[in-house]
């Protein structure tokens, strides 16, 4: 499996709360994983529950099974301090460029030297290592911009280093680019059941694989359960209302509220239910068109079940517990291709 998870999606598909889930479920079983945000929205302390992250790596959750989830909220001003004392010593003097502006000047007039920075820390910390010659983080997780910008974001170290022929800047560009292009990285897409964010899914893998970048898999989140059987969905999409009435006196029966003996009470509450059942019955063939769409891209695919109440914690390591189950099912399937 891929080291670092760079995760993207249309705005509104929950590509944060997805890519959280997934640092849980990478870090199951006693491994650590880092989850990287890049976009100064402190998404990430928020599905935690936490304070505000640092520009420091901090332990914010323990997955199942003992591992470590560590989240970093990665600032490009701060990054571009590290850069300066790692390749050129500056120190003190970088500390000085910091107070006169210089940085926010740097980072305003170079939009893409912004994007060089977060993603050669990213990389970093993929590549770190501990005294032993172990990786400090078995799995790197990172919450990407958006579809519509991920790639030119993480193609950016591509057109760095074709600009700076030689010397650190050209070489750090290059480390980075040797990362985010091998099999170490995937990268996954968020998207909803629902034709336009389907769409930039399939626009965004298409420019990804343009690019040379390797493409992961394909999250379906918020999926709604199909509560109606295939009856009552055909009665309701027909629009047969003494069936509906049968079928709503027959629940207020077995939930005590005596449907037979006042079968009365259910008449006004047909019309509403048959519209309610209609848009449910709609929403339903669209999400059957959109899953067929996504199958169509050919790529491993993971559902995630929409929660009714939100995105609480807990329901945040619920996800965690369905994508790992997902990926041993996945793992298993894979084996027996092999083996068949």
């Not at 390797?214 to 629009?239: K, S, W």
């Not at 559902?303 to 009714?308: D, P, R």
């Amino acid at each position: 499996m891929s080291r670092l998870h760079v995760v993207s999606g249309k705005g509104g598909t929950g590509k944060t709360t997805v890519a959280a889930a997934l640092a849980l479920a990478l870090a199951a079983e006693g491994k650590r994983a880092l989850l990287v945000e890049v976009e100064g929205r402190q998404g990430i302390a928020q599905l935690f529950e936490a304070e505000a992250l640092p520009y420091e790596e901090r332990k914010i959750a323990v997955a199942p099974g003992g591992g470590e989830v560590y989240a970093l909220a990665i600032d490009a001003e701060r990054a571009l301090l590290d850069y300066l004392q790692m390749f050129y010593k500056l120190g003190s003097a970088g500390r000085a460029l910091k107070k006169i502006g210089a940085i926010d000047f740097a980072t305003t007039i170079a939009p893409g030297l912004r994007d060089v920075l977060l993603t050669g820390k990213a990389c970093e910390a993929v590549r770190r290592k501990d005294r032993t010659g172990r990786f400090v983080y078995d799995y790197v997780v990172m919450d990407a911009p958006p579809t519509g910008r991920v790639t030119r974001f993480l193609n950016v170290n591509d057109e760095v280093a074709g600009l700076a022929r030689i010397g650190p800047i050209h070489n750090q560009a290059q480390a980075v680019m040797r990362v985010l292009k091998s099999p170490e990285t995937a990268v996954h897409f968020v998207t909803l059941l629902e034709e336009m964010p389907v769409q930039e899914t399939a626009d965004g893998i298409a420019e990804l694989r343009a690019a040379g970048l390797p493409v992961g898999g394909v999250v379906i989140n918020m999926v709604r359960p199909e509560i109606l059987d295939e009856t009552a969905v055909e009665a309701a999409a027909n629009g047969r209302r003494p069936e509906v009435a049968r079928a709503l006196a027959y629940a207020l029966e077995r939930t005590g509220s005596g449907g037979a003996r006042r079968a009365g009470l259910t008449e006004p509450l047909v019309d509403p239910l048959l519209r309610q059942a209609r848009e449910h019955t709609e929403r339903l063939a669209l999400e059957h068109r959109g899953r067929a769409d996504v199958a169509r891209l050919g790529l491993p695919t993971y559902e995630l079940e929409l929660l009714g109440d939100g995105v609480d914690l807990a329901g945040l390591y619920r996800m965690a517990r369905e994508l790992r189950k997902q990926f041993a099912r996945g793992e298993a399937s894979e084996r027996q291709g092999v083996s068949g």
